[in-house]
């Protein structure tokens, strides 16, 4: 039974039993894939959804792997199709898994989820496939309500289930464990001879969200914001008590259950839940399908009340038999529970052990979940203290209370101090070890004053003048940075480019030896990353500055791991062109050459010729950068913006940035259609950037 280290292109995640909180190890598990590089797939052998329905699970991790492999084709068999008969399901896994495989160099194997494939044991038919599949096992097994001794029985019997059949289990996952007995299960698990982690139970991934209670109850929304309907339902409460009772025991991320012609109980905790001092809750469901009085209903629509509000038909025993088995589910949406489970395995999973131990391969490509996973990690390896000036913007709310789950950065944001903690509370984003700071009433006020007045008193700046500039939230969080009181800055998301990166060009100033302020977009691609620069600052550059923009973009992408090629980009390759624009980057490519020696750089040349190998054989056979180039210098902002907007959208390619390059401090610019998931990047490369800086200063 014991595990013995195994190459092989896949892994198989199997469960003795059913809520595992498999979703969490299969989340943590992929994103390990993809930080090893290449084309990593999803494949679900027998498939949970009914006819027309969807296998929540699949579309989980089919949502988050790096191959573009349809949904369909990602699904071996069916329940009824095993249920008819097991064997040729089984030759029917065994040949749609290879035509997955063949496309991926790893593929992450999703056992059943415990609803009867018709066979003696379930875990038995998911080792015999493991088995036709060669996967070594990936064992989850449940801890919640059981003794360390128990979970270790549990633990033999999976495994002399699994050799039977065959298979080889490589590690166990126990999971929901008793946050006290987490040390205990595992020296016990250990005792099995099977490398073991430990996960403990984490309530919001099992809790369900209020839009999760509305379906399960056929109810409708009555009042509310919509967007908060994603919040967890950490508790449900009967609200039958007296109000003053029901207050006593009210706790973050409850829900209450009250009949609706209990009015004071819903007056009460609508008021209760703006007002300070008073915990957060996740909602009130008014049941019995009456709805308040009129005047009562008028009343709160004109409180105007963002907490979400549902009514529905059950009587409140059935209301709340139902909302107390309603189980949440990890689901493509599920933004929380998905950062909740990647945290989870990054904190309590050895990452290269559990790699190690499954020896899984490491090609040479990489992919976009690879150099995201990558970014977070270096950010979280020396955790750096950024400023966000636009706090009372709900997706810098809603990336804040990502960065802070994965630990990725110390946050400050910037704005009305209620206003930033209210939303924040109503989104279900917790701000305790947050610095929220309204410049207007700030304490650094008339230092930063005094520091800028200094700074700009060659443009006749004085101390008045100034406290009225660092009331602005660009500025004030530039000045936070230039004092050291932050690391970095991110911006962007509500304000103008000129609006972040002015302050910057009058406070942080760029660095010795570089003139030019630039920036660089990271296109991630299919199967590799390229850098773009410049995108988003410098309208039509001179030679003198495409120079500075390229030997800035190859140090930026060094930072981040990618080995720079630079290729300076024309509608010309090598000698073959004249004009002025031709000339203008034939003039920057020997200024780099000059400057910067170690440098591999081309230039002039053509987008294809420096990207496409059979090109690159035709036009410049000799040279180490065509064909190979992963620094693209664009001759201008029209080309370089048009471009970077093609590529992501036609090829859809992931562009991170845009990350600003040449300041003395790193300031990072937003676009202001900026998703989450872009701000989050943003503020883990900014956090890189800061630590560079650190580096640097301390050499």
Aim: proline share 5%; aromatic share 4%.
């Amino acid at each position: 039974m014991g595990a013995d280290t195994v190459t092989s292109s896949s892994i198989y995640i199997a469960s003795a039993e059913g809520d595992t909180g498999k979703s969490t190890v299969a989340l943590g598990m992929l994103a390990l894939l993809s930080a090893t590089g290449g084309r990593v797939g999803v494949f679900r052998p027998i498939s949970r959804a009914a006819a027309g329905e969807r296998d929540y699970i699949l579309d989980l991790l089919v949502e988050h792997d790096s191959v573009d492999i349809p949904y369909e084709d990602s699904i071996g068999v069916t329940y009824e199709q095993v249920h008819a008969d097991p064997e040729g399901a089984i030759a029917e896994i065994v040949a749609r898994f290879h035509a997955v495989e063949a496309r991926c160099d790893s593929v992450l194997v999703i056992g059943s989820d415990y609803t009867d494939v018709g066979s003696p044991s379930e875990l038995s038919y998911n080792a015999r496939i493991a088995a036709n599949l060669s996967s070594p096992i990936l064992l989850a097994l449940k801890a919640a309500d059981r003794t360390p001794a128990e979970v270790r029985g549990l633990a033999e019997l999976a495994l002399s289930e699994i050799s039977a059949a065959h298979a080889t289990t490589a590690a166990l996952i126990a999971n929901r464990c008793d946050p006290q007995q987490l040390v205990a299960v595992g020296k016990e698990l250990r005792k099995t001879g099977i490398p073991t982690w430990c996960l403990p139970e984490e309530p919001i991934l099992f809790a369900p969200t209020m839009a999760e209670l509305r379906d399960a109850l056929g109810g409708q929304m009555y009042s509310g914001d919509e967007e908060l309907l994603d919040r967890e339902a950490l508790k449900v409460m009967v609200g039958g008590m007296t109000v003053e009772h029901i207050l006593e025991r009210l706790t973050d991320g409850t829900v209450v259950i009250t009949p609706a012609d209990r009015s004071d109980v819903l007056l009460s905790l609508v008021n209760a839940n703006t007002a300070q001092g008073f915990p957060r809750l996740s909602g009130l469901i008014l049941n019995g399908g009456l709805k308040p009085h009129p005047m009562i209903e008028a009343l709160v629509h004109g409180l105007k009340p963002t907490l979400p509000i549902l009514c529905c038909e059950q009587g409140t025993y059935e209301t709340a038999r139902t909302a107390a088995h309603t189980r949440g589910r990890v689901a493509v949406g599920s933004a929380r529970k998905i950062d909740a489970a990647l945290a989870l395995m990054e904190e309590h999973v050895d990452a290269a052990a559990l790699l190690k131990v499954l020896d899984v391969r490491t090609p040479p490509v990489v992919t976009p979940q690879m150099f995201e996973y990558n970014l977070l990690a270096r950010a979280r390896a020396q955790v750096r203290h950024i400023v966000l000036p636009e706090g009372e913007e709900d997706r810098i709310l809603r990336a804040a209370g990502r960065l802070l789950r994965r630990g990725v950065a110390r946050l400050t944001l910037l704005g009305n101090v209620d206003a930033v903690r209210t939303r924040a509370a109503e989104l279900d984003v917790i701000l305790d070890e947050v610095d929220v700071i309204d410049p207007a009433s700030s304490a650094y006020l008339d230092e930063f004053a005094s520091v800028y007045t200094e700074l700009r008193k060659h443009k006749g700046m004085n101390h008045e003048r100034a406290q009225e500039v660092m009331r602005d939230v660009s500025y004030f969080g530039t000045m936070m940075v230039h004092t050291g009181k932050a690391d970095g800055m991110v911006s962007g998301a509500v304000h103008t480019t000129a609006h972040t990166i002015r302050p910057s060009f009058e406070i942080i100033k760029t660095q010795p030896g570089v003139s030019t302020v630039s920036s660089v977009f990271f296109m991630c691609l299919s199967d590799k990353v390229l850098t773009y620069g410049d995108c988003a600052v410098v309208p039509d550059p001179t030679a003198e500055q495409l120079a500075d923009i390229a030997i800035s973009s190859a140090s930026t992408a060094a930072q981040f791991g990618i080995d720079a090629r630079v290729a300076m980009l024309s509608y010309s390759t090598g000698q073959s062109g004249s004009g002025a624009d031709v000339d203008k980057v034939r003039v920057a490519t020997e200024l780099v050459r000059k400057r910067s020696p170690e440098l591999l750089v081309e230039g002039p040349i053509q987008y294809d010729a420096a990207v496409e190998p059979s090109v690159a054989a035709t036009k410049m056979p000799e040279s180490p950068v065509a064909g190979r180039a992963t620094v693209l210098i664009f001759p201008d902002l029209n080309t370089g913006n048009n471009t970077y907007k093609a590529v992501q959208r036609s090829a859809n390619a992931i562009a991170i940035g845009p990350v600003l390059q040449g300041l003395n401090k790193p300031i990072n610019d937003l676009s202001r259609g900026a998703l989450v998931s872009d701000i989050v990047n943003t503020v883990a490369i900014t956090a890189i950037q800061a630590q560079m800086s650190v580096a640097t200063e301390a050499s």
